[in-house]
């Protein structure tokens, strides 16, 4: 399929969508950041729509009888595919559409998705900024807190905006309509096992991404940039790439926010979509010097009581703890971790923590059965339950002249309802002392 095989199924897929929504009103899945953006969407379109919500406080309840009030539902990424109203919608054969796949239909420049398991928020700011310090009008949206339909519908898009789209593994899975011009797939490391399962499902979900970029825009030309796990990974699993691919190796650099793992890699990345994009080496060098990362990345809240405390609530895998710890020399951290489980070994975070780590202060779901683990191998850990004991429990103990490393590597979702409240909670508490 090419470019303008693509507009013509575009066009007729919003005629499809327009008849079938002003047949019924559309229904929608989740009362959250996502929903409300598809709402707007709606209304921008003048069409009608329905909210349903688990919390009955938040949108009805979604069942036989509301199956049949729907031509159309748009879902969320937190509805799964195993979750019960997409498995009513399956057995009823009912027209579901995932929000990036309605957007998209909607915008009419550029589109540049931004997938990973480590980077994407930093990787898809970084760009919007060069290319907006170029003159080239670009935003942000997806999984980075804005979705593409509150995008699309607020502000006046035009041809020659791009847009950087954080793409998660939840929102490529389903993806039917949804074709990036351009995909940047930073990194892939374990991830996710609570809900892909496998590791192999978790790459197919975010591979679903380079199939649609595939099925519009074919070969030759230079379209996907990716970081070498990635290419380790898909000869691994035996999945084509395209030929044209752009596989890039960390660049040395001490231009912070650059200077670390897996940062080095996306800078490499991002320098040379660039390139490729008419933007020379030291526009992107200068961009750097002045940006910053978003927040809850290893980010340093300043010393209070002869300790450094670091707030890098983001982190939510090994992989990314692993790189934050390695900013540290070892002998002078004390770690507070855990969180909710996503599958996979425990055990493994006991080489990471070793030689790297003086002291473990766990917390969440994860924290009972980690301080066990830890302790059979004579590693200092102790759970204390909650961050808010965490803080208390670091400033009773009387440490001096350590770094207290809020690196969790684990989601939020066993007490916090996203990395961003739980690092504001993590905040709170160190403004308290």
Request: net charge positive.
């Amino acid at each position: 399929m090419n470019t303008a095989l693509d507009c013509t199924l575009k066009k007729l897929l919003r005629e499809r969508f327009l008849a079938a929504a002003k047949r019924s009103p559309v229904g929608i899945f989740g009362n959250g950041v996502t929903a409300r953006g598809v709402r707007k969407l709606l209304e921008k379109l003048n069409l009608r729509s329905i909210i349903y919500d688990r919390d009955p406080r938040r949108g009805e309840n979604f069942d036989g009888q509301a199956l049949r009030r729907h031509h159309i539902i748009i879902g969320s990424p937190s509805f799964l595919s195993h979750h019960p109203w997409r498995k009513l919608l399956l057995a009823a054969k009912k027209w579901y559409w995932p929000e990036l796949d309605f957007a998209s239909l909607w915008h009419f420049g550029g589109v540049v998705a931004v997938t990973g398991t480590n980077g994407k928020t930093t990787t898809a700011s970084f760009l919007a900024e060069i290319f907006n310090g170029d003159g080239r009008r670009a935003f942000t949206a997806g999984n980075i807190g804005r979705s593409l339909s509150d995008l699309v519908a607020a502000e006046d898009l035009g041809a020659g905006d791009t847009i950087f789209c954080e793409t998660s593994s939840f929102q490529a899975e389903t993806l039917n309509f949804f074709a990036p011009d351009y995909l940047i797939w930073t990194n892939f490391a374990p991830n996710h096992f609570d809900y892909h399962g496998t590791l192999r499902d978790y790459f197919a979900a975010k591979y679903r991404l380079v199939r649609r970029l595939a099925a519009v825009h074919g070969a030759g030309e230079t379209r996907l940039f990716a970081g070498e796990s990635v290419a380790t990974w898909a000869h691994y699993f035996r999945l084509a790439m395209p030929q044209e691919t752009h596989y890039l190796a960390p660049k040395k650099t001490l231009l912070a926010p650059f200077d670390d793992f897996p940062q080095r890699e996306n800078y490499a990345i991002v320098e040379d979509f660039c390139r490729c994009r008419g933007i020379a080496p030291e526009v992107v060098a200068a961009a750097a010097t002045h940006f910053r990362r978003p927040k809850y990345r290893l980010e340093n809240m300043g010393a209070i009581g002869g300790n450094t405390y670091w707030n890098d609530s983001k982190c939510t895998n090994f992989a990314a703890l692993e790189a934050a710890l390695g900013h540290f020399s070892g002998r002078d951290v004390i770690w507070i971790g855990g969180g909710h489980f996503k599958g996979g070994n425990l055990e493994d975070i006991v080489s990471i923590l070793r030689g790297r780590v003086e002291r473990a202060v766990l917390i969440g779901e994860t924290g009972a059965p980690l301080e066990a683990i830890l302790r059979k191998q004579n590693f200092p850990a102790i759970y204390v339950k909650t961050l808010e004991n965490a803080v208390r429990y670091i400033k009773n103990a009387c440490f001096s002249e350590k770094n207290i490393v809020f690196s969790p590597a684990f989601s939020s979702f066993d007490q916090f309802s996203d990395y961003e409240e739980r690092g504001k909670f993590f905040e709170k508490c160190i403004f308290s002392l």
